[in-house]
Protein backbone atom coordinates (compact mmCIF):
# COMPACT_ATOMS: atom_id res chain seq x y z
CA UNK A 1 0.00 0.00 0.00
CA UNK A 2 1.32 3.94 -0.99
CA UNK A 3 0.04 7.27 -0.12
CA UNK A 4 0.73 10.19 -2.19
CA UNK A 5 -0.55 13.82 -1.59
CA UNK A 6 -1.65 16.01 -3.85
CA UNK A 7 -2.61 19.58 -3.74
CA UNK A 8 -1.17 23.20 -3.85
CA UNK A 9 2.55 23.88 -2.84
CA UNK A 10 1.33 27.90 -2.19
CA UNK A 11 -2.07 29.00 -0.66
CA UNK A 12 -2.77 32.89 0.11
CA UNK A 13 -3.60 33.99 3.65
CA UNK A 14 -7.40 33.59 4.61
CA UNK A 15 -7.41 31.07 1.81
CA UNK A 16 -8.90 27.26 2.06
CA UNK A 17 -5.96 24.95 2.28
CA UNK A 18 -6.97 21.42 0.39
CA UNK A 19 -5.03 18.63 0.00
CA UNK A 20 -6.14 15.00 -1.13
CA UNK A 21 -4.15 11.38 0.08
CA UNK A 22 -4.15 8.72 -2.63
CA UNK A 23 -4.56 5.17 -1.50
CA UNK A 24 -2.68 3.15 -3.83
CA UNK A 25 -1.87 -0.78 -4.08
CA UNK A 26 -4.16 -1.41 -1.39
CA UNK A 27 -8.05 -0.85 -0.43
CA UNK A 28 -8.85 2.17 1.88
CA UNK A 29 -11.26 -0.05 3.89
CA UNK A 30 -11.14 -1.19 6.94
CA UNK A 31 -8.38 1.82 8.21
CA UNK A 32 -8.08 5.21 9.92
CA UNK A 33 -6.53 7.94 7.38
CA UNK A 34 -4.95 10.80 9.41
CA UNK A 35 -3.34 13.66 8.52
CA UNK A 36 -0.06 14.85 10.34
CA UNK A 37 2.31 18.57 9.70
CA UNK A 38 5.28 19.21 10.45
CA UNK A 39 6.54 23.03 10.25
CA UNK A 40 10.18 23.12 8.72
CA UNK A 41 12.87 21.96 11.23
CA UNK A 42 10.00 21.19 13.71
CA UNK A 43 8.39 19.20 15.67
CA UNK A 44 5.08 16.77 14.70
CA UNK A 45 1.27 17.87 15.03
CA UNK A 46 -1.35 15.63 14.46
CA UNK A 47 -4.25 17.33 12.66
CA UNK A 48 -7.41 14.72 12.51
CA UNK A 49 -8.27 11.51 11.34
CA UNK A 50 -11.06 9.94 9.56
CA UNK A 51 -12.47 6.46 9.44
CA UNK A 52 -13.27 4.84 6.10
CA UNK A 53 -17.25 4.99 6.97
CA UNK A 54 -16.68 8.95 7.02
CA UNK A 55 -16.26 9.29 11.08
CA UNK A 56 -13.95 12.34 11.60
CA UNK A 57 -11.85 12.82 14.72
CA UNK A 58 -10.10 16.74 14.72
CA UNK A 59 -7.41 17.93 16.87
CA UNK A 60 -9.66 20.57 19.22
CA UNK A 61 -6.57 23.43 18.41
CA UNK A 62 -7.52 23.41 14.44
CA UNK A 63 -11.08 21.65 14.80
CA UNK A 64 -12.98 25.30 13.98
CA UNK A 65 -11.00 25.38 10.70
CA UNK A 66 -10.89 21.46 9.66
CA UNK A 67 -13.11 19.16 7.60
CA UNK A 68 -11.72 15.72 6.73
CA UNK A 69 -13.86 13.72 4.29
CA UNK A 70 -13.25 10.44 2.34
CA UNK A 71 -14.46 8.89 -0.76
CA UNK A 72 -14.38 5.27 -0.65
CA UNK A 73 -15.26 4.35 -4.43
CA UNK A 74 -12.25 6.87 -5.56
CA UNK A 75 -9.80 5.16 -2.63
CA UNK A 76 -8.71 8.73 -1.74
CA UNK A 77 -9.16 10.91 1.70
CA UNK A 78 -9.43 14.47 1.77
CA UNK A 79 -8.48 17.31 4.00
CA UNK A 80 -9.93 21.18 4.28
CA UNK A 81 -8.19 23.59 6.41
CA UNK A 82 -9.51 27.19 6.52
CA UNK A 83 -8.46 30.52 7.20
CA UNK A 84 -4.99 29.54 6.93
CA UNK A 85 -2.23 31.94 8.14
CA UNK A 86 1.46 31.69 8.14
CA UNK A 87 1.64 29.47 10.91
CA UNK A 88 -0.03 26.58 8.84
CA UNK A 89 2.90 26.88 6.76
CA UNK A 90 4.50 23.15 7.12
CA UNK A 91 4.95 19.85 5.05
CA UNK A 92 1.69 17.83 5.06
CA UNK A 93 2.01 13.90 5.59
CA UNK A 94 -1.35 11.44 5.56
CA UNK A 95 -0.50 8.14 7.35
CA UNK A 96 -2.50 5.18 8.63
CA UNK A 97 -3.48 3.74 11.80
CA UNK A 98 -5.56 0.50 12.46
CA UNK A 99 -7.45 2.13 15.21
CA UNK A 100 -8.43 5.64 15.66
CA UNK A 101 -5.94 6.23 18.75
CA UNK A 102 -2.60 4.14 16.94
CA UNK A 103 0.76 4.62 15.93
CA UNK A 104 0.81 4.89 12.14
CA UNK A 105 2.05 2.37 10.52
CA UNK A 106 2.57 3.70 6.74
CA UNK A 107 3.09 7.53 5.65
CA UNK A 108 3.35 9.12 2.98
CA UNK A 109 6.34 10.77 1.30
CA UNK A 110 5.19 14.28 2.49
CA UNK A 111 4.24 17.82 0.62
CA UNK A 112 5.34 21.16 1.82
CA UNK A 113 2.91 23.87 2.07
CA UNK A 114 3.46 27.39 2.21
CA UNK A 115 1.19 30.41 3.19
CA UNK A 116 2.32 33.51 1.86
CA UNK A 117 0.75 36.59 -0.29
CA UNK B 1 -3.98 17.67 26.16
CA UNK B 2 -0.83 14.97 27.35
CA UNK B 3 2.41 16.79 26.99
CA UNK B 4 5.56 14.39 25.95
CA UNK B 5 8.76 15.72 26.64
CA UNK B 6 11.91 13.94 24.55
CA UNK B 7 15.69 14.41 26.32
CA UNK B 8 18.15 15.12 25.60
CA UNK B 9 17.51 17.71 22.25
CA UNK B 10 20.54 15.89 20.69
CA UNK B 11 22.83 13.61 21.21
CA UNK B 12 26.19 12.19 19.69
CA UNK B 13 27.14 8.52 19.81
CA UNK B 14 30.34 6.94 18.11
CA UNK B 15 29.88 3.94 15.93
CA UNK B 16 28.60 0.96 17.55
CA UNK B 17 28.05 2.64 20.77
CA UNK B 18 24.86 2.88 22.29
CA UNK B 19 22.14 5.65 22.40
CA UNK B 20 19.82 6.09 24.66
CA UNK B 21 16.88 7.87 24.04
CA UNK B 22 14.24 9.45 26.85
CA UNK B 23 10.58 10.37 26.62
CA UNK B 24 8.50 11.51 29.32
CA UNK B 25 4.70 11.78 29.06
CA UNK B 26 2.21 14.22 31.33
CA UNK B 27 0.02 11.46 32.22
CA UNK B 28 0.17 8.10 32.21
CA UNK B 29 -0.14 5.91 29.65
CA UNK B 30 -0.81 2.55 30.76
CA UNK B 31 -4.24 1.35 30.21
CA UNK B 32 -6.92 -1.70 29.33
CA UNK B 33 -7.24 -5.44 31.26
CA UNK B 34 -4.20 -5.94 29.50
CA UNK B 35 -2.24 -3.03 30.41
CA UNK B 36 -0.46 -2.04 27.84
CA UNK B 37 1.41 1.65 27.24
CA UNK B 38 -0.13 3.62 24.26
CA UNK B 39 3.48 5.00 23.15
CA UNK B 40 5.34 4.37 20.06
CA UNK B 41 8.83 5.80 18.56
CA UNK B 42 9.57 6.92 15.09
CA UNK B 43 12.77 7.62 13.41
CA UNK B 44 12.77 10.39 10.84
CA UNK B 45 15.79 11.15 7.77
CA UNK B 46 16.44 14.12 6.49
CA UNK B 47 13.81 14.62 3.63
CA UNK B 48 11.65 11.29 4.97
CA UNK B 49 8.74 10.96 6.52
CA UNK B 50 8.69 9.24 10.04
CA UNK B 51 9.03 5.65 10.09
CA UNK B 52 7.45 3.54 12.94
CA UNK B 53 9.91 1.54 14.62
CA UNK B 54 8.60 0.47 17.79
CA UNK B 55 4.62 0.61 19.29
CA UNK B 56 3.28 -0.19 22.54
CA UNK B 57 6.41 0.86 23.91
CA UNK B 58 8.55 -2.31 23.49
CA UNK B 59 7.22 -4.24 20.26
CA UNK B 60 9.37 -3.72 17.21
CA UNK B 61 7.94 -3.29 13.97
CA UNK B 62 8.81 -6.39 11.15
CA UNK B 63 11.77 -5.65 9.31
CA UNK B 64 13.22 -3.28 12.21
CA UNK B 65 16.50 -4.24 13.30
CA UNK B 66 16.62 -5.73 17.20
CA UNK B 67 19.25 -3.17 17.83
CA UNK B 68 16.26 -0.73 18.22
CA UNK B 69 14.63 -1.17 21.67
CA UNK B 70 12.25 0.22 23.50
CA UNK B 71 11.10 0.02 27.24
CA UNK B 72 9.45 2.09 30.34
CA UNK B 73 6.18 1.88 31.49
CA UNK B 74 3.25 4.60 32.64
CA UNK B 75 4.68 8.08 32.17
CA UNK B 76 8.30 6.99 31.60
CA UNK B 77 9.93 5.34 28.41
CA UNK B 78 13.18 4.58 26.97
CA UNK B 79 14.74 4.13 23.12
CA UNK B 80 18.06 2.25 22.86
CA UNK B 81 19.63 1.75 19.89
CA UNK B 82 22.97 -0.48 20.60
CA UNK B 83 25.73 -1.24 17.93
CA UNK B 84 24.95 2.52 16.71
CA UNK B 85 25.55 2.40 12.79
CA UNK B 86 26.13 5.11 10.48
CA UNK B 87 22.53 4.67 9.01
CA UNK B 88 21.02 5.47 12.57
CA UNK B 89 21.80 9.52 11.95
CA UNK B 90 17.88 10.52 12.54
CA UNK B 91 15.51 12.73 14.68
CA UNK B 92 13.98 10.08 16.72
CA UNK B 93 10.03 10.68 18.19
CA UNK B 94 8.25 9.70 21.01
CA UNK B 95 4.06 9.33 20.13
CA UNK B 96 1.60 8.93 22.56
CA UNK B 97 -2.09 7.70 21.69
CA UNK B 98 -3.30 6.63 24.51
CA UNK B 99 -5.98 9.56 23.38
CA UNK B 100 -6.84 12.19 21.38
CA UNK B 101 -5.28 14.88 20.30
CA UNK B 102 -2.36 12.27 19.79
CA UNK B 103 0.85 14.36 20.34
CA UNK B 104 4.64 13.53 20.11
CA UNK B 105 7.90 14.63 21.50
CA UNK B 106 9.49 17.35 20.45
CA UNK B 107 12.37 15.26 19.02
CA UNK B 108 15.81 13.87 20.05
CA UNK B 109 18.17 14.34 17.07
CA UNK B 110 21.23 11.96 17.05
CA UNK B 111 24.43 12.03 15.15
CA UNK B 112 27.76 10.15 15.04
CA UNK B 113 30.44 11.30 17.43
Known amino acids: VQLRESGPGLVKPSETLSLTCTVS????????WAWIRQPPGKGLQFIGY???????NYNPSLKSRLTLSVDRSENYFSLSLSSVTPADTAIYYCARSIRGEDAFDLWSPGTMVIVSS | EIVMTQSPDSLAVSLGERATLHCKSS????????????LAWYQQKSGQPPKLLIS???NRESGVPDRFSGSGSETDFTLTISNLQAEDVAVYFC?????????FGQGTRLDIK
Open chain 2, 56 to 58: WAS
Open chain 2, 27 to 38: RRLLYGSDERNF
Open chain 2, 95 to 103: QQYVTSPMT
Open chain 1, 50 to 56: IHYTGSP
Open chain 1, 25 to 32: LGSINSYY
